[in-house]
């Protein structure tokens, strides 16, 4: 959620600024702004309501001259998107320029301080109000910029990445992190800034992520000094990536959905790599293995998660209920942290989240530590916030994914919940040997089985075309095919705008079937499982009511294609399993319906990639 990116260095600033934030769009694209200080030192702020090509278009007959600076592209919170909330915002004498991401919370009052010693404002933003408070501090104390920083985030409440360049001042950049995330590129003579890996990778492989209430000093022709709020110096750790500049680009699709989509059979394949043995026998995850006692002993697993990790983790639940008979609750971290619950030392919290930096998932994880309980990540992106605060955990492997909405990391998720479930099943006794073969068997098929659902895609594309313009859709599912039920409406509301429910199909009698009509599409997921007849009861309700039924069945279906409008086949699979390919032909569906309203699917109005505020 809003894009943060710095250089200084040898280079011109501003073709490096630009480039990084043409890849950290995906974090929010409401507008965007850079500053650059020139060659004379003079500090000079572009920004504009837009994406960064209006960006670019504004300035093209400015000054960009200049070997160091910051940029900001931004998902509002505090003030609509126009030019004067864009980043970044000068302080009352401009001689400050500050970018951030997250949200100060106690920005009034300390806007009504400012006010109080005769500060103005020009925005409606409380970074405005943070570089105001950092020059106030300044002069007030008569320090210097690292030491304001220092001072004025301690009477900061909230979350924040910021970075913040001085006029006169052109070989330093202080940034700071609480909450939000940032990281240090660190290449010969010149470092890159950015809140994640993306816009760096390109230049270096060599990075340092910035804790929580550390500073980072970034001067010119010096090496990078890591001071917190308590003026502590901190020896910087330097990590290498583990991701390629060809992951950032489209391959030649049209957006980085499609391509994300057709990359699932190879992202599950490294997702299993190393895990499941050559032979295919067994499973191994050394974050259940190293902790084997905590999963043995466990009582109660609690899965933490929000959005489309939340319908990953209802999959988890009937995983591990189903394999490892311990209880699981799934619980929305956004609610979850707030409703005082019942937490003992002898739980395993999971935590879900792609990023590793969803505010309110790392949140619960740290009121789960509180109390005591285990706390288990799984995650996308390597270093992350979840990753370092969690005590073990499993990466999904999945690559880089920039589309904003989610697709091969909800099926990477899926597939570690998947071996998590059966490794506990394992050590527990709770799973006969062949029973636990075979499904480590079934598991290894899928990214076989998800090539095949791929090559639908001209059959998805045509289907899309005759429901472009409907206005609601409900999706149906049981059992394992639930949640996947629930992702499929969340991928088609999210990049289209249409309507869209996902309920058990049971529950259709309870209230939903009231809305079914000739004008109402239901999408059904009737693959082949142990309740296949009560899904084939829950479509013929539909269709004595002329309800439009879309199915997606398993191959060499007869019951259901005599019943349904349309269908879209997939390869049997074992029912725990099943949604790791049901979900491909709905991501589909999704992602042709959005493309044909001419809908902007890898970027999809007010929503950002990552969800770092509440």
């Not at 009937?318 to 490892?324: G, R």
Request: glycine share 6%.
């Amino acid at each position: 959620m809003c894009g943060i990116v710095g250089y200084i260095g040898k280079r011109d600033a501003y073709p490096v600024l630009i480039k990084g934030l043409h890849r950290l769009e995906y974090r929010g694209y409401d507008s965007a702004g850079v500053a650059l200080i020139s060659e004379d030192k003079e500090l000079h702020v572009y920004k504009t309501k837009g994406k960064v090509a209006n960006l670019e278009q504004m300035v093209s007959q400015h000054d960009v001259s200049g070997t160091v600076g910051i940029a900001h592209t931004r998902w509002a919170t505090h003030g609509e998107p126009n030019d004067v909330n864009a980043h970044p915002h000068y302080s009352q004498s401009e001689s400050l320029a500050l970018i951030h991401n997250g949200i100060i919370e106690n920005y009034m009052l300390l806007k009504q301080v400012l006010l109080d010693n005769g500060y103005t404002f020009r925005s409606c933003t409380d970074t405005e109000v943070l570089v105001q408070f950092i020059e106030y501090v300044k002069k007030t104390n008569k320090v210097d910029l690292r030491h304001a920083v220092q001072i004025a985030l301690r009477e900061v409440i909230g979350a924040y990445a910021i970075a913040v360049v001085e006029r006169g001042n052109p070989d330093q950049i202080i940034a700071a992190r609480k909450s939000s995330p940032l990281v240090v590129g660190i290449g010969k003579d010149e470092f890159f800034l950015a809140s994640d890996a993306t816009p760096i990778i390109e230049y270096t492989d060599q990075v340092v992520y910035i804790k929580d209430e550390e500073i980072a000093v970034i001067r010119r022709d010096e090496p990078l000094r890591i001071i917190n709020l308590h003026d502590i110096e901190k020896t910087p750790e330097i990590h290498t990536l583990e991701m390629s500049l060809s992951q950032l680009e489209k391959g030649g699709y049209p957006h980085f959905m499609l391509k994300e989509i057709n990359e699932q059979p190879q992202t599950i394949v490294d997702c299993i790599r190393g895990r499941i043995n050559v032979e295919g026998t067994d499973v191994i995850l050394s974050g259940v293995l190293d902790n084997r006692e905590r999963f043995l002993n466990a009582q109660r697993i609690i899965i933490v998660a929000c959005g489309t990790s939340w319908h990953a983790a209802l999959i988890g639940e009937h995983l591990i209920e189903d394999l490892c008979r311990i209880p699981v609750e799934v619980e929305y971290a956004s609610e979850f942290r707030y409703r005082n619950p019942v937490i003992r030392p002898d739980d395993i919290v999971i935590a879900i989240s792609q990023s590793g930096e969803t505010a309110d998932t790392l949140a619960a994880v740290e009121l789960a530590r509180e109390h005591g309980a285990f706390i288990y990540g799984i995650c996308n992106v390597i270093g992350s916030s979840i990753a370092r605060a969690t005590d073990t955990g499993s990466y999904i492997h999945v690559g880089p994914e920039i589309g904003v909405a989610s697709t091969k990391a909800f099926t990477g998720q899926v597939t570690v919940l998947s071996m998590l479930a059966l490794t506990i099943a394992k050590y527990r006794q709770t799973i006969a040997p062949e029973y636990y073969r075979e499904l480590i068997g079934e598991l290894s098929s899928v990214p076989e089985k998800m090539r095949r659902v791929l090559e639908q895609d001209a059959q998805i594309r045509d289907l899309s075309k005759i429901f472009t313009y409907a206005h609601n859709f409900i999706y149906l599912g049981r059992g394992y095919n639930y949640p996947a039920a629930l992702e499929g409406a969340l991928k088609l509301k999210e990049i289209s705008y249409i309507h869209a429910e996902g309920y058990p199909a049971a529950e259709m009698k309870h209230g939903p079937i009231a809305l079914i009509d000739t004008e109402m599409p239901v999408v059904a997921i009737a693959t082949t499982d142990s309740i296949y007849e009560k899904t084939i009861s829950n479509i013929q309700e539909i269709k004595a009511r002329k309800g439009r039924v879309i199915a997606i069945v398993t191959e060499g279906d007869t019951i259901v294609r005599n019943l349904a409008d349309y269908c879209i086949e997939v390869p049997r699979m074992v029912e725990n399993f099943a949604p790791l390919v049901s979900a491909i032909p709905l991501q589909l569906l999704a992602y042709y319906i959005a493309v044909n309203k001419g809908a902007n699917v890898d970027q999809p109005r007010n929503l950002a990639k990552s969800v770092t505020v509440e």
